[in-house]
């Protein structure tokens, strides 16, 4: 669906028209405009001025109020471009080029993907450029990549609050076009405009999704009018297989432009994006200020997920040599590994092993894997539940004879001091088996496994960002003197099949 400005805001004046006197008088049409804008103006003050005198009428009647009544400022979503755009007579507006559709990550999801087509007007006489046999993908990120806003403020919801990254983005987009033979796309990671499909049963505001997609949408109109190239936006407003690094929005795009993913030519395409997780630089000697560190890595690993070169809006569009960078996951650290170590051995008859180790960090896949062929039974939470439910089939079990496996997280030394007390009861040896890994590590396991069908036995859906921060600030290094016999501490490997390795190897948070 395409909204331009003028038809998107124009009920809302029309209204005011036939309900204001000013309809029967005989003035140009931009008065008309003026004087209603005007009545719009007024009417808002009026109704919330009508408002408190409302609140004053309840207060005169004696009647108690606490709390005090909110008193609400009515807000306008009239912005300065709208208002530029409604004076513009419609001859002299530029004809919306620009096609919207919408894309579903699955079949079960509403649309969280908008893709914007920009096709040219055909000009007489133009040199006819054949787009089909083109190979090669010149893509650029758009925030802080092609464009920044023109007030300076770092979430603009103004549509015409935007300017060129530099002056120079327009020339040299046209030229990647029209002399390099190359297709260009932006590619835009937008969750701030989600959901675009809000859920009808789901509490809060449903609109405000809708107002930011319809001013992302009118900003990015006038971006490609004045590119004016044949060229597309992608944008992610979900935290699917379409957010970068993830590169479901790639494989979209080479969909779209009818290029099959074998035939893109990888060498000399690229991508473009200020997410490339530069560090902070302080000032010396010429530099005119010190230089911020990046707030994502997620645009070079994008480009590392595709296999395509990289680069930064300051190497790109302004020649400046590369500058440092760092993750705070490297796939580097882990390599594809088919050795068959044995990170696990039993030590006693019968024994508990208490698992400690943050979500996604592998418990079950090292218990299903390491212990459960040795005869170790599994207690787990999140099949049993609750935490007296665990006790309870721990004890069963041990009653039995069995050995078991705790598989939880355990964090903190109070937690893991009843499972140390429940074993002495018992008599028998407990172990602690730490499976010692950052957070960035474990998030990017959960992201594999929560994406990725094939590698998700269990059928988890990702987890909160919470549920890490909460592991991590309860969490205390578990220690043989807290009663175990030993702990055994796990170094993450990714082990599975190349297959496997395939999909765990890339980029995915
Ligand atoms: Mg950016």
């Not at 509403?110 to 787009?131: G, Q």
């Not at 044949?230 to 969909?255: F, N, Q």
């Not at 000399?268 to 994006?273: A, K, R, T, W």
């Amino acid at each position: 669906m395409s909204s331009s400005p003028s038809r998107f805001h124009l009920p809302t004046f029309s209204t005011f028209l036939f309900s204001s006197g000013f309809l029967f008088v005989t003035t140009p049409r931009r008065l008309y405009s003026y004087l209603n804008l005007q009545n719009v103006v007024l009417s808002i003050k009026m109704s919330s001025s009508s408002s408190s005198a409302a609140v004053g009428k309840r207060k005169a009647a004696g009647k108690p109020i606490s709390p005090p009544p909110l008193k609400r400022k009515a807000q306008s979503t009239i912005s300065k471009g709208t208002v530029a755009n409604f004076f513009t007579p419609a001859s002299q507006k530029p004809k919306d080029r620009t096609v919207w559709s919408e894309r579903a990550p699955d079949h079960d999801t509403p649309a969280t993907l908008l893709v914007a087509r920009y096709e040219p007007e055909e000009k007489e006489n133009a040199e006819k450029i054949d787009n089909k046999s083109r190979r090669k993908i010149a893509a650029f990120d758009l925030d802080s990549t092609l464009i920044v806003s023109a007030s300076g403020k770092k979430f603009s919801n103004d549509a015409a609050d935007w300017k060129w990254w530099d002056a120079s983005v327009p020339t040299r987009l046209r030229q990647l076009y029209e002399k390099e033979d190359y297709h260009v796309v932006i590619i835009s990671n937008q969750a701030g405009l989600g959901p675009l499909h809000p859920d009808p049963n789901a509490k809060g505001p449903k609109n405000t999704g809708k107002a930011r997609a319809a001013t992302f949408k009118q900003k990015c109109a006038a971006v490609l009018a004045q590119l004016d190239l044949p060229t597309a936006i992608y944008a992610a407003t979900g935290k699917d297989k379409y957010r970068k690094p993830r590169t479901g929005m790639w494989d979209e795009l080479c969909k779209d432009y009818g290029i099959p993913a074998a035939e893109v030519d990888l060498e000399h395409s690229i991508f473009v994006g200020d997410a490339g997780g530069r560090t902070a630089q302080p000032k010396t000697g010429d530099m005119k200020a010190a230089l911020a560190k990046d707030f994502s890595c997620s645009d070079r690993n994008f480009a590392h997920n595709l296999g395509i070169k990289y680069q930064t809006p300051e190497e790109f569009f302004l020649g400046e040599s590369p500058r440092e960078f760092t993750r705070e996951f490297d796939l580097a650290a882990y390599p594809a590994d088919s050795s068959e170590d044995v990170p696990f051995e039993k030590k006693n008859e019968q024994e508990v092993v208490l698992f400690c180790g943050p979500p996604g960090a592998g418990k079950s896949t090292f218990y299903w894997k390491h212990l459960k062929p040795l005869g170790y039974e599994r207690v787990n939470q999140d099949t049993l539940k609750t935490r007296a439910k665990c006790f309870k089939a721990a004890v069963e079990l041990l009653e039995e004879g069995n050995s078991i496996a705790v598989d939880n997280t355990n964090p903190d030394p109070d937690g893991r001091k009843e499972w140390v007390e429940l074993a002495r009861k018992h008599k028998v040896p407990i172990r602690c088996v730490w499976f010692k890994m950052s957070k960035a590590l474990c998030e990017h396991n959960d992201v594999v496994r929560a994406l990725n069908k094939s590698m998700n036995p269990e059928s988890r859906t990702a987890l909160p960002g919470i549920a890490f921060a909460g592991f991590f600030s309860k969490l205390r290094e578990p220690k043989v003197k807290e009663g175990f016999q030993d702990v055994v501490e796990v170094e993450f490997k990714f082990r599975g099949t190349k297959e496997e390795y395939a999909i765990w190897g890339r980029y995915w948070t």
